[in-house]
Each structure stands twice: as C-alpha cells, then as structure tokens.
C-alpha cells in the first residue's frame, strides 16, 4: 500500500498550547494536503504545499515539507477547543493522479 | 454556493443487491474521485476520473464501479455489495493538483 502515516495517532492539548502532528509517505510527490475532519463528517482541506517548497503558513496554521524525509509536519498555534477533530494528510503522485491519505490524528483541544 | 453533493447520506441495503451512491459537482472541475474510510485505515482511493469519459482504478477498486458522461457527474455502482463493503464513502473534486473538495459522506450498511 502507498498510504502514508500519521504520528501521534492521537493528541490531547490544552486550549492555547500548539499542536504538532507528522505526516511520513512513501513515494515521489507533486504536492501534498493537510485536510481536516469533524466527526465522520466530509473533510475540509486546510493548506497545500508543493513538492518544490519547504515551508507555508496560513493563519495559525504551518506546515513544513522535507522531501529527502519523505515527511511533512502540521503544526496548530494557539489552539482552541473548535480546532477539535482528525487530521489528515494526503499526498498527490507525480503525476497528480493519485492520491493517498494518512491514517490520521485525532486532535483534542480542553478548554 | 461550490460544493460536491452526495447522495443518499445514509443507505442500508442487503448483500447482493445492486445500488448506486451520486455524485455531483458544480465548480466544472475536471478531477473526481470516490474514497471508502474505514476506521484505522484513514482514506483510501477507489477510483478517480481525470475527465468525461476518463476513469482509472485507485488503491481499492474491486467490487466497484464508476462512469463519468458528465462533467459533473460521478456515479459509483456496487454491482453486488458485499458485508465488507460496509463503510463510509466520499466523493471528491478538483481541478488538478489543487485543493480537493468533499461531499459530506454516505454511510453504507451492508447486511
């Protein structure tokens, strides 16, 4: 299988702390996709980042790209109780035909 | 409003039985794709269409169909479902290498 992985597969932080999750896959990427998910619901794309990039930042979100490591990072500032939910990400092959999601990060924010 | 329309949300039938799970989107992209998520095993692709008449198979094909006359039609046909069938189901769209919108799911029973 070529889906990737998520690490930790669960995460438990207080409102106002950062939340870091880590994303491994295992082949050559166009770009890869951190999406969110609220309870079994349809997912919500949060940022893409290309193969050619190393870094991007959107709001409290940023998200870090190693190729040589085959990994991705997400990282949360200042989180709130509402950025409870899983955490996805998916990466788009070469040709951008294809993709293949981690197994996720259920994140839980206490107030 | 963009968006990507499933339909039915909820679907319980019985082995053997053939059904079908629509989809529809309304922001002329090209890219569709149907995911089956499983618990543990996050996402995973089942098949995808690059444009009309254009389908290929994902990392979970068997006991699948799908067909794609529309550009915003993307049908997915179990021909004779199987208790492992059972799961929840999204469909997805996109223009090429960009940000992918979901539908809000179908969760199918098969018993």
């Known amino acids: 299988s070529q889906q990737g992985e998520e690490d930790p597969q669960a995460l438990s932080i207080q409102e106002g702390e950062n939340a870091t999750m880590n994303c491994s896959y295992k082949?050559?990427?166009?770009?890869l996709q951190w999406y969110r998910q609220n309870s079994g619901r349809g997912l919500v794309h949060l940022i893409l980042?290309?193969?050619?990039?190393r870094e991007k930042h959107s709001g409290r979100l940023r998200v870090t790209l190693d190729t040589s490591k085959k990994s991705s990072s997400l990282l949360i500032t200042a989180s709130r109780a509402a950025d409870t939910a899983s955490y996805f990400c998916?990466?788009?092959?070469?040709?951008?035909?294809?993709?293949?999601f981690g197994t996720g990060t259920s994140l839980t924010v206490i107030p | 409003e963009a968006q990507v329309t499933q339909n039915p949300r909820y679907l319980i039938t019985v082995t053997g039985k053939k059904l079908t799970v629509t989809c529809s989107q309304n922001m002329n992209h090209e890219y569709m794709s149907w995911y089956r998520q499983d618990p543990g095993l996050g996402l995973r692709q089942i098949y995808y269409?690059?444009?009309?008449?254009?389908?290929d198979k994902g990392d979970v094909p068997e006991g699948y169909k799908v067909s794609r006359k529309e550009k915003r039609n993307f049908p997915l046909i179990l021909e004779s479902p199987s208790p492992n069938q059972t799961s929840l189901y999204f469909c997805?769209?996109?223009?090429?290498?960009?940000?992918?919108?979901f539908g809000q799911g179908t969760r199918l029973t098969v018993v």
């Open positions: 980042i290309r193969s050619n990039e």
């Open positions: 082949t050559s990427i166009n770009n």
């Open positions: 997805a769209s996109s223009f090429k290498n960009t940000e992918a919108f």
């Open positions: 998916a990466t788009a092959s070469i040709t951008g035909n294809q993709f293949y």
């Open positions: 269409s690059m444009n009309v008449e254009v389908t």
